[in-house]
């Protein structure tokens, strides 16, 4: 990749977006932050107690994001976060306009299995209410879609592959 990237490691709850984001972020020495980290306490209250946030609950916390991605685009960074939804996608981009979208996907109950095997305030019950509000990238939406049967540093390699492709081959 010819400068340090931007990425939303993007996908539903329990694909692995901190061990990609980690990975990436290491790979290429730029900062990581789990979008988590950026939810108020009253979102993650209601998340743990198994309700699923709405549009509104969630504005607040995309529009913090976007403001990471913004004060990073120069050097770079990785951020995981559902961006479940292209509206939400759209106010990443509008406020860092270089991000592109690594999109975690896999086998329902596969991502289940990992939700009930994990310390985390979202608990398994809410994977279908993910699924169901899950919009995959569009074709017009810089980014690609990768399974999560790979391990994290595949995942990674198949992402720098595809990023190059897209800069015309310049590494």
């Keep these: 990749m010819g400068s340090a990237p931007l990425v939303v490691v993007m996908g539903i709850s329990g694909v692995g977006k901190s061990a990609i984001g980690h990975e990436l972020a290491d790979r290429f020495d730029v900062p990581y932050v789990d979008g988590d980290d950026f939810h108020s306490e009253a979102n993650i209250a209601k998340m743990s107690a198994g309700?699923?946030?709405t549009d509104a609950d969630?504005?607040?916390?995309l529009e913090d994001i976007g403001a990471?991605?913004?004060?990073?685009?120069?050097?770079g960074g990785v951020i995981s976060c559902s961006a479940l939804k292209?509206?939400?996608?759209?106010i990443l981009v509008t406020a860092a306009p270089r991000t592109t979208f690594l999109h975690l996907t896999g086998d329902h109950d596969l991502i289940k299995s990992r939700m009930e095997h994990?310390?985390?305030?979202?608990?398994?019950?809410?994977?279908?209410?993910?699924?169901?509000?899950?919009?995959p990238l569009q074709d017009d939406e810089?980014?690609?879609?990768?399974d999560i049967t790979p391990s994290p540093a595949q995942i990674v390699d198949e992402f720098v592959a595809q990023a190059e492709l897209s800069e015309g081959g310049h590494a």
């Design 51 to 53: 309700t699923p946030l």
């Design 58 to 61: 969630r504005w607040p916390w």
């Design 68 to 75: 990471w991605l913004a004060a990073h685009d120069a050097g």
């Design 86 to 90: 292209r509206v939400y996608r759209d």
């Design 118 to 135: 994990r310390e985390h305030f979202m608990p398994s019950s809410l994977l279908e209410s993910q699924e169901e509000t899950l919009e």
């Design 142 to 146: 810089h980014g690609w879609v990768f």
